[in-house]
């Protein structure tokens, strides 16, 4: 399940720092695309063309489709299509080929694609599809890029803000593999890098500690603790509500998994309803995010969606 919420994690990343991630994969972004213009993210027409992942209970890949406008001011716009991948998967190539016609097929507009690996650094990364027969060929190529392509070093020279989300992704493959403590510190020093970089706002810092306490995950409540001061420390606790509120949120999320895992059974209904309706607030996730990282049917979700809305 961690794997799941990470990737969901970092799709929600994605999204919050979208004029960033165009910026970091296409050198000329600013030329293309008109920035002042927001992105209308697609994840329900995504899902209206891939009815078939609603049957086989709910989207088994973490996937974006945005729309964007173009800077020279015309009405068209072009389709941004984003998959993370964090497992080598045969099927890859030719699943981003069915995305492509698909969309293609709905829309007749302009589309790119993306690809961005996030698995260990031998992972395949398959850049084209191709198929051939008795003279007819298809050749799909579409960008591919690796959480890890980049150094450590070579991503905090660079002047954008998304570099320091790929480093969180790197520092999250760490975990099980140094300490707790070792990794609270790699943590920490992208915390410092995003308040020293002052391209957010405090509402944007606060929102991307959220992300990273969640990504980079500890379990030791100390730990945890010496972190927020420290983060306190930095920001002179400009930002501490916004700590606070993401500390009440990740206990709860810990809460469940723990009680998930000792087979606790008595409350956990209770703790995934509210789990699942701080989610709903949070109005950053669709149904089928919320139901997999609560591990229940989107009929569910949508139940308690109801409830909240009366």
Do not use: C
């Amino acid at each position: 399940m961690l794997r799941k919420k990470n990737d969901i994690l970092l799709k929600s990343a994605f999204e919050e720092a979208f004029p960033d991630l165009l910026r970091f994969y296409f050198a000329d972004a600013d030329k293309i695309f008109d920035m002042k213009k927001e992105p209308v993210f697609l994840d329900k027409e995504l899902s209206e063309l891939f009815p078939e992942l609603e049957k086989q209970g709910g989207n088994r890949f973490v996937d974006m489709l945005a729309k964007v406008f173009l800077e020279d001011g015309k009405e068209e716009w072009v389709l941004v299509h984003i998959e993370i991948q964090g497992s080598n998967d045969k099927s890859f190539a030719e699943r981003m080929f069915q995305y492509w016609y698909r969309i293609y097929d709905r829309y007749r507009t302009e589309i790119t694609a993306l690809a961005v690996f996030t698995g260990e650094k031998n992972q395949s990364r398959p850049d084209r599809f191709e198929k051939s027969f008795l003279g007819t060929e298809i050749i799909y190529r579409y960008n591919v890029y690796h959480i890890f392509e980049d150094s450590e070093d070579g991503l905090l020279a660079m002047d954008n803000p998304f570099a320091l989300i790929v480093i969180a992704a790197q520092k999250a493959m760490l975990a099980g593999r140094i300490t707790e403590t070792e990794l609270n510190q790699q943590r920490l020093m992208v915390a410092k890098a995003l308040i020293k970089s002052e391209k957010y706002n405090h509402e944007r810092i606060s929102r991307f500690l959220y992300f990273l306490k969640q990504f980079v995950h500890i379990d030791d409540p100390k730990i945890n603790r010496s972190f927020d001061k420290q983060i306190d420390i930095l920001t002179g606790k400009q930002n501490t509500m916004g700590i606070i509120e993401t500390i009440k949120k990740i206990q709860l999320e810990e809460a469940f998994e723990k009680g998930i895992e000792k087979g606790i059974e008595k409350g956990i209904e209770k703790k995934n309803r509210e789990f699942i309706f701080n989610l709903l607030h949070a109005r950053k996730f669709t149904i089928s995010e919320i139901a997999n990282l609560a591990n229940v049917s989107d009929s569910f979700v949508r139940k308690l969606k109801k409830e909240l809305e009366q």
